[in-house]
């Protein structure tokens, strides 16, 4: 099993796939990726920008994000969509609901 240092390590070397390149290919849909989290061998990917919410968010994790990562990071055994909704943009969402500022 993986120390805390070396899943950081891995943390960081899928980063800098997702930022070097897969973004530059969801750019072209001014959208991108970002890892929301690596447990177990698995990266968790949240969309960003207009891939968030495009419905073929999954085909794009398939056919392009999995190939970068798991290309590029042999340990990572699967890569996942992130489809959680952030504390903030909750918090965001009561307020306006409840029209407080």
């Known amino acids: ?42 990266a968790y990917v949240k969309m960003t920008g207009a891939c968030a919410g495009c419905p073929s968010a999954q085909d794009t994790l398939e056919s392009v994000i999995k190939d970068f990562v798991m290309g590029a990071v042999p340990e990572v055994k699967d890569v996942v969509l992130d489809t959680s909704v952030s504390e903030e943009l909750l918090d965001m969402a009561k307020k306006i609901l409840r029209k407080e500022g």
């Open 1 to 42: 099993m993986p120390g805390k240092q070396e899943e950081n390590s891995l943390e960081d070397q899928i980063r800098k796939v997702l930022e070097e390149k897969v973004d530059p290919v969801l750019s072209e849909h001014f959208g991108g990726a970002s890892l929301s989290r690596f447990e177990d061998g698995i």
